[in-house]
């Protein structure tokens, strides 16, 4: 989740919930330091055969109870989520394997460079999971509210370090689907909670400014998927001083995003 072992991001899991769909839809976290899943592993003297012979008793007994309550969506989610984690037993290990991956491939996500690396193993990891059909996806990089308090968290060298470290991978992921043939099915959408006013919050010095947040007006870029590149959609107006001129709501712009991918 996390691309510097910061922990979970602001929100924490309701970031990769379900909302207001079952629950057999929610998000599984992946750590990008140490294990990639927690507790993935089975334990000790379990053979897959037997935790197979296990799942399915239990499977026998909790559809047996799942007909009794029949409206219970947690516990057919929990159901689901037993064999989800199963499978995923099976066929993680080798999707998080980046050691099948070419030496070209690494330079070309900055896997190799301590700055890129991090961001880097995340997109590698978004463009191995699309590669094996899974349909969602979601990286998080936050530590992007510059309001030039310091110098670490103004425009010149907050702004630029984040650029260093993710344009890279961004750019690779980008260029690597294209070349698999996966870019046409694949929606990528680079998204904040807010924008950024165009004029300087707090003391303004030559070394030292920052941008206040701006909830009215800011910016997502998206490629693939069937979108028109070089399409730009709205306008905020002199000086980002208004709300755009074109309005959607928020559920014009998901819709949007899934209209993209029937």
Request: one cysteine or more; proline letters at 4%.
């Amino acid at each position: 989740v996390d691309t510097l072992g910061r922990g979970l991001p602001k929100g924490h899991a309701s970031n990769w919930s379900s909302g207001f769909l079952p629950g057999v839809y929610q998000g599984t976290a992946l750590n990008t330091q140490g294990a990639p899943i927690d507790n993935l592993s089975p334990s000790n003297g379990m053979s897959t055969a037997h935790q197979r012979q296990q799942l399915d008793y239990l499977s026998q007994l909790n559809k047996a109870h799942l007909e009794m309550h029949q409206n219970n969506a947690e516990l057919a989610a929990r159901m689901e989520s037993f064999e989800l984690a199963f499978r995923m037993q099976m066929a993680a290990p080798e999707l998080l394997d980046f050691r099948q991956e070419t030496a070209a491939t690494r330079e070309l996500y900055g896997l190799d460079a301590e700055k890129t690396r991090p961001f880097g193993n995340n997109c590698l990891l978004a463009r191995r999971m699309v590669e094996q059909g899974v349909r969602y996806v979601q990286l998080f990089d936050w530590g992007w509210d510059f309001h030039g308090t310091t110098p670490a968290t103004g425009i010149r060298d907050g702004l630029t370090g984040k650029m260093a470290r993710t344009d890279k991978p961004v750019a690779a992921l980008i260029r690597d689907l294209k070349q698999r043939g996966l870019f046409d099915d694949t929606l990528i959408v680079w998204a904040g909670e807010f924008g950024r006013t165009v004029y300087s919050q707090g003391t303004l010095t030559r070394t030292n400014y920052g941008r206040d947040h701006h909830p009215r007006c800011f910016t997502w870029w998206w490629a693939g998927g069937g979108t028109k590149g070089g399409t730009i959609h709205g306008d905020k107006g002199f000086c980002a001083s208004r709300t755009p001129a074109v309005d959607r709501s928020g559920d014009d712009l998901f819709s949007g995003a899934r209209f993209t991918q029937q």
